[in-house]
């Protein structure tokens, strides 16, 4: 086991190791970051200055050899844009995107898991044929038109919620009361005005991941009661309720949980078009906002990061699995 | 140690085949369902709508001479300077919709099936690798893996588009790039427990080639989960195409695909000029609806552990 | 904090809460939220030089000269300046300003800015260029300052309108950290900032102790909002009162909406489409082609006739009409009627198709060839939907266009490279026809400084020459004939083509005014509630 975690780790490193490399070339072929920052009217003198001042003069792999010799001493690089500490400026933004990516699985769970539980014990029911039917559409709208949308209709019609942005927040000690509510760590799910600017974006986020887990459940429960050992809990006599929810439900979940468990890993990372949407200050909008001004220390940290979370969510799946499924063995494997 | 694959992941016993035609079988139970058949006759017009839309549509609205920009937003019904009535209006160019649309299907058809198509034969192929042959050859798939689930697609597609320029071809290698990891992580997933069982064992003792087994015993015994996520998938490469579009990263803006024109329209939708997203918008929907029903229900025949 | 500026605000504040319960009901009026499009990088003033963060160092700190809402200068911090010498301005500085943390404002103060100009760690796009000139300073009172420069230098007023002033004593040190995080982000302006999350919100607080005009709002909330339609939306929704950069899509929509008002000007900012000069007469320019695709041998954009008849080709009043939907009039040069160095004597532009493929033929392509038209589609108004225009326009005399468009980031590196053969860009000018001369039609000359965004690489030793003159003519009115001159050799030789100057357009919310300004600044003091 523990050799197995070292030589994943090691593996992570080389992965750590090529994203940054393939971004490093990837953004110096997609183009010049100064051409981009730069005022129109700066001329020449003042270009080469700028090139200097971020470090674009010297030869690509020397910037690369000064970016790891920094990112082993746990520097990733100052944005050319905020001037800031990249990892500071991801830091920053992380809080909002995270309440707002788990609000949307939970948002999926809670919706998705009893919609398909019905309509896998019901495969035939009308109404969970039109639960199915309803649950392609979660995936074919373009998500930037469905926010646009819901925008029209709850905040300008309707008047219900507020169109944008991420309203008053408060950081948990400040929720309790133990400090003011502008020191830490700000949340918006501690605040009433926070909750209703969450719900959109939230929704907008959601209705993919509702459609994902109503089709994970209802096709693992159209499998599960085909089973023999649920064919022989109900001979047992054993009420239908207990059947569904002690043995089916229990068999489902490993599937729906590692589904949901990657598909938070890419909300996390990528919620890019619901953020901006919604002008919601998290990670997605900033590393748009730093790809298209090629913001490239951030863009690097930014995906370093990312791809160390993937890693870490792909191995706690790998391992709940091989403890779930004593079929699937880790020692036999390489990795 | 697996991934989960979409769909189905409990191993059951291995297929029975039937010796009496499975073809026919297959017809007579995907027509159980009346949804997916009526799903199947809706696919096959708006994939002959896209085939022929050179001959059908009133207007070639690719050729920038037969545009006008005088005609520009004009509601469905009006009667446009070439003399012909634009049914569904004109976007902000002076195209036609009705030709956009049906000249846009085929662009969003080809993106969509295309990339879904070669996402799925190269993850696929490097998943049944990565499960059948293990060792490094696994350990290297599956760190790209986990390096392009990380991997904004908003990035790939402005490499492609720094690297190759723009271009409808150069769309689908930017959503292949993107997409082949989720089919090599469900094939693999499936994979994994497929390759302990005795019919592989088997086929191992007959000493027949790795293609051999890795294709024709192994592939097919991971293809429901396969279908499922390909199905999904086709509807995602059409919604991440008109994602990127939105981005300005999508195809070129004179071929205009369905997700263009939406992105296109959608400035307009607040000031009441529906029209130039919303056809569009119903085009795209109903298209992957029904790519989603035949989807289902192809899953549920396929499957032999719902047979009862 | 010094504590008699703290007795003074709370008098202050005593007294606008006064005036809070005698216009009871009037309680928005106390607070607005602007959104803009396109957010801000830093609160460092001389960090990056970008409009919004200009707009929102306009507004909590001042420069020597001002610009007001015209584009006039106007005094500032300085109430007066003339060139003493012809090589030494003299800038009289305003008496009794304060800083928004009490301290006084003096030559110093001016000094310490100027000497930080070239001294701003990592700036990606510094404003050294304003200090370049300036070989020494001398402070000859605390209210008097004096810029010796190398040469005569007429352009330096001008450039003292693109540098605000910062506090000697809480700056000395500070780093553009210092300012995001407000410790130095003091300055004299109307407004100082009591909150800042980088390209979220910044949120202002009436800076009581302003020399000038009392700002009308005791709390104004600036959030970036960069999704167009979602701007839009929060407008009508009501969370915000004031938006910038409406989109032309939704300009009818606005116009109709009675809870709602735009407010516009005519800006400063010129789209134009930039050719290939580099190419010399008898080489292949990249994407042009003859007929059949294949190399043409020679490069048509070398001739006058046929840049002309691409002009020609143009109808400028559909573009503005149908794509820009009125946000834009249709231009035959750079800046707008009534600006420093603008040509009166040059015709209207005209559409003339027929005239178009005249001169084509004269030229020797009575059949066209085929160009490919390249442009950015996330940088201008509507920039992808103005090449699809012209693309349809130039088809129409033959010339075969293919229109691509593609985000700024790649375009512009290739712009750059002179990749293209004809392209959409834009250029915001300041108020001075010197300005696009020099770094969009002068020969490229890195000495001079020349040329900088001359992407076309186009070049005519007549405008240099005359460009050359105006640069050390200190008599403004001779200045501005040679810049006159200048720019209307350089338009009648098609050097670019002009398409037409935007207009600048906020829409307001009802009991809510905004002063639209000509240079796109979107600052909270333009913000005001209604007269009643």
Not at chain 2, 21 to 37: G, H, N
Not at chain 2, 45 to 51: D, N, R, S
Not at chain 2, 200 to 213: F, K, S
Request: contains cysteine; glycine residues 8%.
């Amino acid at each position: 086991m523990t050799v197995y975690l070292v030589r994943r780790l090691i593996q992570a490193l080389f992965v750590v190791l090529a994203m940054s490399l393939i971004v490093f070339v990837g953004v110096y072929a997609i183009g010049d970051p100064v051409e981009i920052l730069i005022s129109p009217d700066a001329d020449q003198i003042e270009r080469e200055r700028a090139i200097v001042a971020l470090g674009l003069d010297l030869p690509l792999w020397q910037q690369y050899l000064v970016f790891l010799t920094n990112a082993v001493q746990g520097d990733l690089g100052r944005s050319f844009v905020f001037n800031e500490p990249a990892l500071r400026l991801i830091l920053q933004r992380m809080p909002a995107t995270l309440e707002l990516a788990f609000g949307a699985t939970f948002l999926a769970l809670v919706i998705g898991l009893p919609l398909g539980l019905y309509a896998g014990l019901r495969p035939n029911a009308s109404a969970s044929k039109t639960i199915m039917a309803g649950s392609i559409l979660g995936f074919s709208l373009p998500t930037f038109w469905v926010g646009l949308m819901m925008i029209m209709v709850f905040a300008v019609q309707l008047g219900w919620l507020p169109s944008t942005g991420r309203g008053t927040t408060c950081s948990v000690l400040g929720f309790i009361g133990l400090q003011p509510c502008s020191s830490g760590v700000q949340w918006s799910f501690l605040t009433i005005d926070g909750l209703s600017h969450m719900v959109m974006p939230a929704v907008n986020l959601a209705l993919f991941k509702i459609s994902l887990v109503i089709r994970l459940t209802r096709a693992g429960v159209r499998e599960t009661m085909l089973m023999d050992y649920v064919k022989f809990a109900r001979a047992k006599g054993l009420s239908p309720a207990r059947v569904t929810f002690v043995h089916v439900f229990k068999n489902i979940m490993i599937p729906v949980v590692t589904v949901v468990g990657l598909e938070l890993g890419s909300t996390i990372a990528f919620s890019v078009v619901t953020e901006s949407v919604f002008a919601w200050p998290g990670m997605g909008k900033l590393i748009i906002d730093s790809i298209n001004v090629l913001d490239r220390p951030v863009i690097v940290a930014y995906l370093m990061i990312i791809v160390m979370m993937f890693i870490t969510i792909n191995l706690v799946v790998d391992l709940t699995y091989s403890l779930l499924d004593p079929r699937v063995r880790l020692e036999n494997k390489g990795t | 140690m697996s991934e989960v694959a979409i769909g189905g992941t409990t191993p059951a016993a291995p297929r029975q085949d039937k010796v009496e035609t499975p073809l026919r079988r297959f017809v007579s139970e995907f027509c159980e369902s009346r949804i997916a058949l009526g799903g199947l006759v809706v696919i096959t017009i708006i994939a002959l709508i896209a085939i022929f839309a050179s001959w059908i549509a009133p207007q070639n609205p690719y050729d920038l001479a037969q545009l006008d920009i005088m005609d520009g937003r004009m509601e469905p019904g009006t009667v446009g300077g070439a003399g012909f009535t634009y049914w569904l209006g004109t976007d902000d160019q002076g195209r036609d919709m009705m030709s956009g649309i049906m000249y846009g299907l085929r662009i969003s058809l080809t993106v969509g099936a295309g990339s879904a198509l070669i996402a799925c034969l190269v993850g696929a192929s490097l998943g049944l690798m990565a499960a059948y042959i293990g060792g490094r050859t696994d350990t290297v798939i599956m760190r790209l893996v986990d390096l392009q689930l990380s991997f904004p697609s908003i990035l790939v597609a402005l490499m492609i588009l720094a690297f190759l320029g723009k271009g409808v071809m150069n769309v689908v290698v930017a959503l292949v790039i993107v997409e082949w990891a989720y089919y090599a992580r469900t094939v693999r997933g499936t994979a994994l427990v497929e390759r302990r069982r005795e019919y592989i064992e088997a086929a191992q003792c007959l000493a027949l080639p790795t293609y051999r087994i890795l294709f024709r015993h192994l592939l097919p015994n991971c293809l429901p989960p396969l279908i499922v996520v390909a199905t999904m998938q086709v509807a995602r490469a059409i919604a991440l195409e008109a994602t990127l579009s939105f981005l300005g990263l999508g195809v070129p803006i004179t071929e205009p695909s369905l997700g263009l024109l939406i992105a296109n329209g959608y400035e307009y939708m607040l000031s009441g000029k529906y029209w130039i997203s919303f056809y569009p918008g119903i085009a795209l929907l109903i298209t992957i609806v029904s790519i989603n029903l035949v989807g289902d229900q192809l899953r549920d025949v396929l499957n032999p552990r719902l047979k009862k | 904090m010094k504590p008699n500026i703290r007795r003074r605000m709370l008098a202050a504040s005593t007294i606008a809460a006064a005036g809070f319960v005698l216009a009871a009901g009037q309680a928005s009026a106390q607070t607005a939220t602007i959104a803009v499009g396109a957010p801000v990088t830093s609160l460092d003033p001389h960090y990056h030089q970008l409009s919004p963060n200009n707009a929102v160092s306009d507004t909590i700190f001042d420069r020597l000269v001002n610009v007001d809402d015209r584009s006039r200068e106007t005094p500032g911090l300085a109430t007066e300046w003339r060139a003493a010498e012809p090589t030494v301005w003299e800038f009289k500085l305003r008496p009794n300003v304060r800083f928004q943390n009490g301290n006084a404002f003096t030559a110093e103060d001016v000094a310490f800015t100027i000497a930080r100009l070239p001294n701003v760690p990592n700036s990606p796009s510094s404003y050294a260029a304003y200090a370049r000139p300036i070989t020494r300073i001398e402070i000859v009172d605390p209210l008097t300052i004096r810029f010796h420069t190398a040469e005569p230098y007429p352009l330096l007023p001008l450039d003292m309108t693109n540098v605000r002033i910062i506090d000697k004593e809480v700056s000395e040190n500070a780093t553009t950290e210092d300012f995001n995080s407000l410790r130095a982000a003091i300055g004299t302006g109307p407004y100082r900032a009591v909150a800042h999350r980088n390209g979220d919100r910044i949120e202002f607080e009436r800076f009581d102790g302003y020399w000038g005009e009392r700002a009308p709002f005791q709390r104004v909330n600036y959030r970036m909002i960069t999704n167009d339609a979602a701007r839009t939306a929060a407008l009508l929704a009501g969370d915000v009162d004031l938006i910038d950069q409406v989109p032309t899509s939704d300009l009818t929509n606005l116009r109709r909406n009675n809870s709602v008002h735009l407010s516009e000007t005519l800006g400063l900012r010129l789209v134009f489409l930039g050719l290939d000069h580099l190419r010399q007469a008898n080489e292949n320019s990249p994407l042009i082609t003859d007929n059949d695709g294949k190399p043409l041998g020679r490069n048509p954009l070398q001739d006058v006739r046929v840049r002309r008849a691409l002009s020609m080709a143009i109808d400028r009043r559909a573009i503005v009409e149908r794509v820009m939907e009125g946000a834009a009039v249709p231009a035959n040069q750079f800046l707008p009627e009534g600006v420093f160095g603008y040509v009166a004597d040059l015709p209207a532009p005209t559409y003339d198709p027929n005239g178009a493929k005249q001169l084509l033929a004269e030229a020797g392509y009575p059949n066209g060839f085929r160009i490919q038209l390249n442009g950015p589609n996330d940088r201008y108004i509507n920039d992808s939907r103005i090449i699809q225009a012209v693309g349809q326009m130039w088809t129409r005399i033959g010339v075969r266009t293919a229109v691509e468009a593609q985000p700024w980031t790649t375009f512009v590196g290739r712009a750059g490279r002179q990749d293209f053969s004809a392209f959409l860009i834009g250029w915001g000018s300041n108020p001075d026809g010197s300005h696009p001369l020099r770094n969009i039609l002068a020969t490229v000359n890195r000495d001079r400084g020349w040329g900088a965004s001359n992407r076309g690489r186009y070049s005519n030793p007549q405008v240099d020459a005359l460009l050359l003159q105006s640069l050390s003519e200190l008599d403004n009115a001779k200045r501005e004939r040679e810049v006159v001159d200048g720019m209307r050799i350089a338009m009648t030789d098609v050097g670019v083509i002009p398409l037409h100057i935007q207009t600048n357009i906020w829409a307001v919310r009802r009991g809510f005014e905004h002063t639209a300004r000509r240079d796109e600044l979107t600052r909270a003091q333009d913000l005001r509630p209604a007269a009643r």
